[in-house]
């Protein structure tokens, strides 16, 4: 018989390299027609010819649910064995793939070559790699437990590999004859080859499932010892296979617990005394042998013994690898730190007090969280393992930096997950506190600046992955502050902040929290190292709106100058500036006011070349032509309007609008821009001393219109006197203020004549209202005016023409302004009230109080508060007349229970209104009238119970 | 279900109507409010008359002031409601009930007396009537005298 023991361990040295080669998925040199039977799946399945597959368990009538289990495990092959590595979660599901397969598998097939090739597939793209881990780590149930199925498939795939090819060999020696013998004897060999291998890579692979269990399980020990006993057999030189056999001999005493022996064959490997092991350990197999020595000494409680060994393997492994070999030297380093570590643990275990453990412990972090810094690659594992020894509910507070890194790290694989897979939002959120606590924890010992970049920049993204949007936006932003050493962190951080803030955006634009957002990452977008200059239009209109105008230019020149916006950006630029100088409270210097004022000259010619030329391109849609029509327009205005109110040249204002109307008849808003113009040319013919000029302008304007054409525009200038006048107030200029309310007596007074001679009935009737109107804007004329005898003259003028609105005629006149069904009784409140402030600011307080009293008491003008969509705003009438009542009343009554009253009033609206008593308009009146007659009074809080 | 607020009810003339004032009756005020939202403004009262007011023709002597009322206004905001009355802005009748009360107490202590003090509730067009209730009870709950309705705003 060939089946002698010797040939057995002869023919082993070419099963090892059977092995090998079944390992690779490159297709065999042969034809396929000269396979037989189910050696061609093997051949399919290495060339990866997966529709001739298909066809051949469909020839071979295979039930269904058997073809899809082969099929299975054929495309989980390809994925462990492909060219490119798959990822760690493509290698997980192709082994639960197989393991979930392989019995409907093993009962379709009967190739032994086929099933030792997925056993050896199995072994090298899975279990190596975990039972590598259990060696260098040490047990972790939860790797245990996941690597066992997959252990047990492969020892199942080995006992049917060995099945199979004896009982194939054995067939063919029952064949052969002497006629015969040539023609057979290969294939013979071939089989008998094949049972060999199986049954020494299954006792081999026997201390992968040995692994699997815990120490003091007697499955470990059982399969342990049943392998020590079958591989003893190739523990010697004839087989070619002693020294890996010797040392996963030494590996098996250790899994079975018997330190001394597993310390005696390792040791034999480490010295090779006389030569005895051949072929000679290489120096892979010599630093396993002292490795686990380590590792034996201090599973035998050796601590001691296990420190001084492992400093010997140092100094072997610095003398024994070549200084060149510098990837088996890291290697030797990475692993011997593990172990170092390792080590400590367990002195930590062993160690009598708490303050030792907790030292020596310590002390294993601190040389994990150095492995890590210098082995980025073994993250992973790393985490994993200080993941599986994390004490369960530990507050996040209290755990290491390496332990905190670990949490973000498992957090940051649960967010890769992709859409359809479960997420782990538990996982998520513990590594979100994780990172936070790195953060807080910058420049303490074992964390590292780049280990706090990170973790920043993953609270981030976690929250995000979270669905928490703008808190991951302002965490990026946060991130993005610390201005960042790591540029392709910041650069991924910014485009995710701005990614997100579109998203935002898109959900809601007027979110407050969108909005601020929005606010906060453009400068940081457009500014070093990220220069997205073309959001720079957007911010500069935004600081624009935002009243913050000297910002706004410095962003409208950052427009890149290929941008389609860049005439627009001209042109706000040029606004901007003219707007800081409106806005001026005396801060500028004449020399830069200079200099702003020929930035304004150099933009409007620059305007006014390229949005002409714009208005003008054929190739420019109609509509943009109009737009570019309308900044030219807008354009001419700022000229003027800077010509009138900062360079004093009210001249070259009337030029610049000269014939403005007709220039830009149709241009759109033309309507709104004739009366902006209108205004600048009132006011410079006014600036000019030209009143007959400023009247004749407008009259000669209003005989081209017709009555309502007329009205409007005498109703938007007004408007726009209106709003250049709060403006003035709001900014403390006097003059200005002066100016406008002359402006605006002069219309009002030519607005009542043209409406009273106008032949239009529909003009005609408002003439009341702007009789009104006229008395209000001589009462202001009276009011603003700074010379104390030509004030009080005006202000009679004003009182006059008030009372006069109060005769007969006039009466009716306003009672035909009434909307049918209102209340008709009494004259018409407002110039009540005018009458009676008008007496108020000649200090006639006798005469003011009972009007003021009257019309308060009538409810005539009003409540305090007008309801509206924005809240309820404040009504300046009644504001008016109960404040000029009160000091009326103060100045009128000398006596405390006489005035006692009116500080009761006045205390009551401070209660109910709060310190802005009034609004704007009149809460520093009120606050002067205070503290003259209660100035001891406070408010307090309505939320106090 | 008796709601808490007959006690804080004082009348100052009339029928004394404390037993009839419960629940069934504030609704009953609230439908009658239901055909008013939306019409010619005026106050529908409620516990009490409103004073009367408007320009008599004796001239008010120096040092008089107007009684000024106090107003809530209502708002809906989401299933709620917002009472907003000078500086008060309160959702919930707690607040309400507690700002009221603290604003009533430094009126008194400021010298305006609670019988001189009008309360109007004026209601938003599309208010739920039990808000309305939650306000009215804040009003009375907070020791106002004098609480009434005005017609919806919009």
Same mark, same amino acid.
């Given at each position: 018989m060939i089946n002698a023991p010797q040939m057995r361990l002869s023919i082993l040295a070419l099963a090892t390299t059977a092995i090998a080669t079944l390992a690779q998925t490159a297709p065999t040199t042969r034809g396929l027609d000269a396979l037989d039977d189910d050696a061609l799946i093997s051949e399919l399945t290495n060339r990866e010819l997966t529709p001739l597959l298909d066809r051949y368990l469909e020839v071979r009538n295979l039930p269904a649910d058997q073809r899809a289990a082969v099929r299975a495990v054929v495309d989980a092959m390809h994925t462990l064995s492909a060219a490119t590595p798959p990822t760690n979660k493509q290698r997980i599901d192709a082994v639960v793939a197989i393991n979930a397969n392989i019995d409907a598998t093993i009962a379709a097939l009967h190739d032994p070559r086929f099933f030792l090739q997925i056993a050896t597939v199995l072994i090298r793209g899975s279990i190596e790699r975990d039972a590598n881990t259990l060696e260098y780590w040490g047990p972790s149930a939860a790797l245990q437990l996941s690597l066992r199925p997959t252990a047990e498939t492969v020892l199942k795939l080995l006992d049917k590999t060995d099945e199979e090819a004896s009982r194939q060999r054995d067939a063919i020696a029952a064949q052969i004859v002497p006629g015969n013998q040539e023609a057979l004897t290969p294939r013979y060999t071939k089989y008998d080859t094949l049972a060999t291998t199986a049954e020494y890579t299954r006792n081999m692979a026997a201390y992968y499932a040995a692994l699997t269990y815990d120490p003091a399980a007697p499955e470990r020990r059982q399969l342990a010892q049943t392998a020590i006993e079958n591989l003893d057999q190739f523990d010697n030189p004839d087989s070619q296979v002693q020294p890996a056999v010797r040392l996963?001999? *030494?590996?098996?005493?250790?899994?079975?617990?018997?330190?001394?022996?597993? #310390?005696?064959?390792?040791?034999?490997?480490?010295?090779?005394?006389?030569?005895?092991?051949?072929?000679?350990?290489?120096?892979? #197999?010599?630093?396993?042998?002292?490795?686990? /020595?380590?590792?034996?000494?201090?599973?035998?409680?050796?601590?001691?013994?296990?420190?001084?060994?492992?400093g010997t393997l140092r100094d072997w492994s610095n003398t024994a690898i070549a200084a060149e070999n510098t990837t088996a030297r890291n290697g030797a380093a990475a692993a011997t730190s593990i172990l170092e570590y390792r080590l400590l643990m367990a002195r930590s275990d062993a160690a009598g007090n708490a303050a030792d453990k907790q030292a020596l412990r310590d002390q294993a972090r601190t040389l994990l969280t150095q492995l890590v810094a210098a082995r980025p690659e073994l993250r992973t594992t790393i985490y994993a393992q200080v993941l599986a020894t994390l004490p369960p509910d530990m507050a996040i507070e209290k755990l290491d930096p390496i332990m905190l890194a670990a949490l973000v790290r498992e957090g940051d694989q649960e967010r890769l997950k992709g859409p359809d897979e479960k997420l782990n939002t538990a996982v998520l959120e513990r590594a979100l506190a994780a990172a936070r606590e790195l953060v807080k924890r910058r420049g303490q010992p074992n964390v590292s600046d780049e280990l706090v970049d990170s973790a920043f920049l993953l609270e981030g993204f976690l929250l995000d992955r979270l669905d928490r949007h703008s808190e991951a936006a302002t965490t990026l932003l946060d991130y993005l502050s610390t201005k960042p050493a790591n540029l392709t962190n910041a650069k991924l951080a910014m485009d995710t902040t701005l990614a997100l803030v579109d998203q935002l955006r898109k959900i809601n634009r007027f979110d407050e929290t969108t909005s601020a957002l929005y606010q906060r990452v453009l400068p940081i977008a457009i500014g070093p190292p990220f220069n997205r200059h073309e959001l720079a239009y957007e911010y500069a209109r935004q600081l624009q709106q935002q009243g913050r105008y000297l910002d706004a230019v410095s962003y409208?020149? #950052?427009?890149?100058?290929?941008?389609?916006?860049?005439?627009?950006?001209?042109?706000?630029?040029?606004?901007?500036?003219?707007?800081?100088?409106?806005?001026?409270?005396?801060?500028?210097?004449? /020399?830069?006011? *200079?200099?702003?004022?020929?930035?304004?000259?150099?933009?409007?010619?620059?305007?006014?070349?390229?949005?002409?030329?714009?208005?003008?391109?054929?190739?420019?849609?109609g509509e943009q032509q109009a737009a570019y029509r309308e900044l030219v327009a807008k354009t001419v205005l700022v000229a003027a309007d800077t010509a009138l109110h900062h360079e004093s040249q009210p001249r070259r204002t009337l030029e610049l609008l000269k014939n403005f109307d007709t220039r830009f008849a149709n241009a759109p808003g033309q309507a709104d821009r004739v009366a902006d113009a209108l205004l600048l040319r009132v006011s410079a013919h006014m600036d000019l001393n030209q009143t007959t000029e400023a009247t004749s302008d407008l009259v000669s304007l209003l005989s081209t219109r017709s009555g309502g054409q007329g009205a409007g525009i005498i109703y938007t200038l007004l408007q726009k006197l209106d709003s250049d006048f709060n403006a003035a107030k709001r900014n403390g200029n006097g003059e200005r203020l002066r100016s406008l309310a002359a402006a605006r007596a002069a219309l009002s007074g030519y607005l009542v004549d043209w409406a009273a001679r106008n032949p239009d009935p529909d003009i005609r009737k408002f003439t009341y209202r702007y009789r009104v109107f006229d008395a209000g804007a001589h009462r202001l004329v009276a009011q603003l005016e700074t010379d104390a005898a030509a004030g009080r003259t005006d202000m009679q003028t004003a009182l006059e023409r008030y009372q006069a609105l109060l005769s007969p005629d006039n009466h009716k006149e306003y009672l035909e302004t009434l909307v049918p069904g209102t209340d008709q009784a009494g004259d018409d409140p407002l110039v009540l009230l005018g009458v009676a402030s008008c007496n108020f600011d000649l200090e006639k307080y006798a005469e003011a109080q009972p009007e003021l009293a009257q019309l308060l008491d009538g409810r005539k003008l009003g409540p305090a508060q007008i309801p509206s969509s924005d809240g309820p705003t404040n009504n300046d009438p009644y504001w008016e007349a109960t404040y000029e009542l009160l000091f009326s009343n103060a100045a009128l009554i000398k006596t405390p229970d006489g005035l006692a009253p009116t500080e009761a009033l006045l205390k009551r609206l401070y209660i109910e209104f709060g310190p802005d008593l009034g609004g704007p308009k009149w809460s520093s009146k009120f606050e002067a009238l205070r503290k003259q007659i209660i100035p001891d009074f406070k408010i307090r809080s309505l939320n106090q119970k | 279900m008796k709601l808490n607020i007959a006690r804080n009810v004082h009348y100052e003339s009339g029928p004394n109507m404390t037993p009839l004032v419960d629940i069934v009756m504030v609704? !009953? &005020?609230?439908?009658? !409010? @239901?055909?008013?939202f939306g019409g010619a403004e005026h106050f529908l009262t409620? %516990?009490?008359?409103?004073?009367?007011?408007?320009?008599?023709?004796?001239?008010?002597?120096?040092?008089?002031?107007?009684?000024?009322?106090?107003? &809530?206004?209502?708002?809906?905001?989401?299933?709620?409601?917002?009472?907003?009355?000078?500086?008060?802005?309160?959702?919930? @009748? @707690?607040?309400?009930?507690?700002? !009221?009360? %603290?604003?009533?107490?430094?009126? %008194?202590?400021?010298?305006?007396?609670?019988?001189? &003090?009008?309360? &109007?509730?004026?209601?938003?067009? %599309?208010?739920? $009537?039990?808000?309305?209730?939650?306000? $009215?009870e804040s009003a009375l709950n907070a020791k106002f005298e004098k609480v009434a309705f005005a017609t919806a705003h919009d």
């Open positions: 996963r001999l *030494g590996k098996l005493h250790l899994v079975e617990g018997d330190y001394p022996a597993a #310390q005696k064959l390792l040791a034999s490997i480490a010295n090779n005394p006389d030569g005895e092991i051949k072929p000679a350990p290489d120096l892979s #197999q010599q630093f396993d042998a002292r490795y686990f /020595t380590v590792v034996a000494e201090m599973l035998d409680n050796h601590l001691d013994d296990a420190a001084q060994q492992l409208f020149r #950052q427009v890149p100058a290929d941008d389609p916006r860049v005439i627009s950006a001209h042109f706000y630029e040029m606004l901007a500036i003219k707007q800081q100088l409106d806005n001026d409270h005396g801060t500028l210097t004449g /020399t830069l006011r *200079g200099e702003m004022v020929a930035d304004i000259h150099k933009l409007v010619d620059d305007v006014t070349a390229q949005a002409t030329a714009a208005s003008k391109n054929p190739s420019v849609p | 609704i !009953l &005020i609230f439908l009658m !409010l @239901a055909g008013s409620s %516990n009490l008359p409103l004073a009367q007011k408007g320009l008599s023709n004796a001239p008010p002597p120096p040092g008089w002031v107007p009684d000024e009322p106090l107003e &809530i206004r209502v708002d809906p905001v989401g299933d709620g409601f917002r009472a907003t009355a000078g500086v008060i802005r309160a959702s919930d @009748a @707690a607040t309400l009930t507690l700002q !009221l009360e %603290n604003m009533r107490d430094q009126f %008194n202590h400021a010298g305006t007396a609670t019988n001189k &003090i009008q309360v &109007i509730i004026i209601p938003a067009k %599309n208010v739920q $009537y039990d808000h309305l209730i939650k306000v $009215y």
